[in-house]
């Protein structure tokens, strides 16, 4: 029987421990946390301020930009600063918060996006109806739905993973604390019970991605009978990069929650966590705003502080 200790902190080990690596690494991850943070700080001021966005499709892309701030939050600073003082070490508490607050704005951000498919399908397919449909009070609803949703999965896979016995090493092999990796390095045999928790997750994520699929199905028929070239192309340029974010965020976490993890450090494990849990946070904003010419207007207004909450 392994002899049990107390695990009071973990390592992480995501990247090479060369000075020159740790410099790239966390240049470039600040460069990009600071992309994300004025990115989804600036949609969320604008669509606070400006009452012309206070309808269904910013209301829900401004608690979008909060998800995506927890989300790159939990992990970036924490790497960034590791990397500049040379120490690998995440405490106990320090971890389990971690991987808490990632599910939570993991699991409420799918959500989301799931509500925003089904907006974008009203607006698109049902536009004489939207205002009934996606009335102030279902917007509410089911954005609170997102969130307690996010706040259950979180509480169910962190109290599952950390229930679970560690002993011997306790170095991760990832730039933040993830499920897959502390399971690699747990010596319980109650492994089945949390495996079995995030398959369900998955199957529950995997029917998230079917109706986001089946609501764009239906949006792309109806937006290929917009007589209009010019309706199409902004039909097109609203739905097409949703989708491409959905996909790049749930296929990136697929990957990473069902491959095998292995206990030596792979490369590969450390860019895919990437794509999931940086790259969404940082490219929404230029997606849902590059090409809007409201959040462009507003953000214009705010520079010139003409933009006030009415």
Known sequence: MANL?????????GFSTNENMCILHSVLFLLIYLCALIGNVLIIMITTLDHHLHTPMYFFLKNLSFS??????VTAPKSIANSL???NSISFLGC?????LLLFSASAELLLLTVMSFDCYTAIC??????????????VRTATVSWLYGGLIAVIHTAGTFSLSYCGSNMVHQFFCDIPQLLAISCSE???????LILINVVLDFCCFIFIIITYVYVFSTV?????????SKAYSTCLPHLLVVVLFLSTGFIAYLKPASESPSILDVVISVFYTMLPPTFNPIIYSLRNKAIKMALGMLIKGKLTKK
């Open 224 to 232: 290929k009978k917009i007589p209009s070239t010019e309706g199409q």
């Open 126 to 139: 049902h536009p004489l109806h939207y205002d009934v449909i996606m009335d102030r009070g279902t917007c």
């Open 96 to 100: 389990v918060s971690q991987v808490f």
């Open 190 to 196: 109650n492994l089945i019970r949390e495996i079995a």
């Open 5 to 13: 200790t107390i695990m009071t902190e973990f390592i992480l080990m």
């Open 68 to 73: 995506d701030l927890c989300l790159i939050s």
């Open 85 to 87: 003082i040379h120490n």
